[in-house]
């Protein structure tokens, strides 16, 4: 009988995620890799709870052995182990500066360990029940607990002197969390609810339901502006952090789950959750930005693996994303709710498209198949058959007499269909290899196409045949992976992997720029439509291997030329500049050096 899974934690600089199973092992996971790097074994009964120190280099866990050990993280070694409990250790916190642990025990108490002389140097004393949760506030001068005796309790860390007692879940309370930018304080109970408390004078603020069964565990992000719980109900809920609005609903657990983790970089915005299935997984991330400043909106979280592809439709209410795990899912772009989840696929979902009209999705998938769904009501319309490898690429013509589907596919070809029917239509042949990424013109009259050949076609629709093939010598050094038409239709901008994206003219298939300096692949791109405050400027967006989202400004000239210039840029690594001038400086990783020269901050601003 596998193990199950009752705690997970990862460590504050990311690199690892600790589990903690029944029979007492406790893992540790490369979270690049998700490789095991290590066992840490000592405990011989089940594991409740594990807390890293602050500097991510030790581990202290909690277990119904009645003990509380310390572990060296880069050796496995055990360190210390702390004087063990009468009772059950149910919870155990570090304290934000790394010199306290505080353990939560089923005798009442709470303790907390000077970890310099091993000794007890404060009794957290007024609770009446087992004591299930405790944890600090990121600046310590906050203690919150949560008890059997259905309350939470606000202490002075310093001092151990109870300052509030919070009354209001009608059953155990399982959990209890410290908002990291604001005054508020979160519990769960075994009431099915999630409380929000106002950390400051201990009184009610919300209460959110939506969980039918016991929530055993609540954690707030590290920005502070969601707050996720774990619940017997085999789901995760995620709401708004500082008003409580609910917000996705994330399933695919099997038996409760009792533990979670956010990731600590704000950027990654990954979930772990652990559950009594046996199983940890990882909830990964749809991100929107604003397309004029490139500040993050909205995190879509609900997909249990990784995210492959995403599309608006025409109205941009909805938002539509496929995912390795089997399934699409619709989103409300203004709430960030989950709508109907599409599953019928049985492989990963690889790509998804909006009819023009946003009445019908396809989706295509490894399984070699092309679904086309109702938005309205989530089901089957038509199963395209006859690709003979996986469906990599899809997407619809835009409004025109007669709507096409396009899918490009491994098998190197491009089949049309008839939208309406599902019908097939004709196949495109040419090129060598998978093709991965396609666009049509928006009067629907031209097609264009990327391959792993190397080349992108542009292809006249109503006969099937090549009108040009862009390479040769100005051409891409590997594989075309994104490809898309400007609003205008005169210009085709293709991504690739050798690192590089492409603006080539679609009248004579002639190279106009050559945009460089990308440290990855570029696996996607996307035209901003046109706006009267664009002031006849042409903006693109890209996705790249480095994590990164890049908008980039074209600029027309009169002879026919163009140039493109950096217009704004995702952040990651801490890094963001603005007017300034670097030079000399040294250590910089290979992503902010080329996002230094590409803002102009060292040398000129760089046009291409």
């Known amino acids: 009988m596998k193990a199950e899974v009752n705690t997970c934690a990862y460590s504050p600089d990311g690199q690892l995620l600790a589990a903690g199973f029944s029979g007492g092992a406790i893992t540790l996971f490369n979270t690049k890799s998700w490789l095991r790097v290590r066992d840490l074994v000592g405990h011989n009964w089940t594991v409740t709870y594990l807390s890293f120190s602050p500097n991510s280099e030790h581990l202290v866990s909690a277990s119904e052995d009645k003990s509380v050990r310390i572990w060296n993280v880069k050796t496995g070694i ?16 570090y304290s934000p500066d790394g ?36 944890t600090y506030s990121p600046t310590g001068d906050l203690m919150a607990t949560a008890s059997y005796d259905w309350t939470v309790r606000l202490w002075d860390p310093k001092t151990g002197l109870q300052m509030h007692v919070m009354r209001g879940h009608s059953a155990w309370v399982t959990s209890v969390s410290i908002s990291p930018v604001n005054s508020l304080v979160a519990s769960s109970g075994q009431d099915m609810t999630v409380r929000l408390w106002n950390g400051m004078n201990g009184m009610p603020l919300y209460i959110l339901k939506g969980h039918t069964a016991f929530v055993k565990n609540v954690s707030f992000s590290p920005s502070g502006h969601q707050l996720a719980s774990a619940s017997g109900d085999h789901t995760v809920r995620l709401w708004d952090g500082l008003t409580g609005t609910p917000g996705p609903v994330l399933s695919g657990h099997t038996q409760s789950v009792v533990t979670l983790s956010y990731s600590p970089d704000k950027g990654r915005a990954q979930i772990a959750t652990g559950s009594w299935d046996s199983t940890v997984r990882l909830w990964d991330t749809i991100r929107l930005y604003n397309a004029n400043t490139g500040a ?33 899912r619709i989103w409300n772009v203004q709430t960030g709710e989950g709508g109907h989840t599409l599953g019928g696929h049985t492989d990963a979902v690889t790509s998804v498209a909006f009819s023009p009209t946003g009445a019908h999705i396809a989706t295509g998938s490894d399984d070699r198949s092309v679904m086309v769904w109702s938005a309205r009501t989530g089901k089957v319309c038509h199963i395209l058959s006859g690709h003979l490898e996986v469906v990599k690429t899809l997407i619809f013509s835009p409004n025109s007499q007669q709507i096409h589907l396009a899918s490009g596919s491994g098998d190197n070809n491009i ?7 599902g019908r097939f239509d004709r196949d495109l042949k040419g090129h060598g290899n998978a093709v991965e990424s396609v666009s049509f013109t928006s009067d629907g009259k031209k097609l264009a196409s990327g391959s792993r050949d190397g080349t992108a076609r542009i292809w006249d629709v109503a006969s099937g045949q090549t009108i040009y093939e862009l390479a040769g010598a100005t051409g891409h050094k590997n594989a075309v992976t994104a490809i898309a038409f400007s609003p205008n239709n005169l210009r085709v901008a293709t991504g690739s992997w050798d690192k590089t994206v492409k603006v080539w003219d679609v009248q004579t298939g002639k190279c106009l720029v050559t945009v460089k300096e990308f440290v990855g692949e570029v696996n996607s791109i996307a035209w901003k439509p046109l706006f009267p405050e664009d002031n006849g400027s042409m903006y693109f967006v890209t996705g790249c291997a480095d994590k990164s989202v890049r908008m980039w400004k074209l600029v027309e000239s009169s002879d026919g030329s163009c140039k493109v210039q950096l217009y704004w840029r995702s952040a990651f690594d801490g890094l963001m500049v603005k007017l300034a001038n670097v030079q000399g400086v040294v250590g910089l990783s290979r992503n902010n050096e080329k996002l230094l020269e590409q803002r102009g901050a060292i040398g000129e601003p760089r046009w291409y």
Do not use: M, P
Not at 78 to 93: H, W
Not at 105 to 117: E, G, I, N, P, Q
Not at 308 to 325: P, Q
């Open 78 to 93: 055990l360190e210390k182990t702390i004087a063990e409990q009468s009772e059950t250790v149910a919870c155990v916190a």
């Open 99 to 134: 010199a306290h642990v505080a353990a939560a025990c089923h005798d009442s108490f709470v303790r907390v360990y000077d970890l310099a002389t091993d000794s007890i140097a404060l009794e957290l004393k007024g609770h009446l029940g087992a004591v299930k949760s405790v």
């Open 296 to 328: 993050s909106t909205a995190d879509l979280r609900g997909h249990s693996n990784s995210v492959t592809s995403i599309a608006f439709s025409h109205d941009s209410k909805h938002l539509v994303s496929g995912s390795y795990d089997k399934t699409a």
């Open 415 to 421: 089949k049309l269909w008839h939208a309406r029917d």
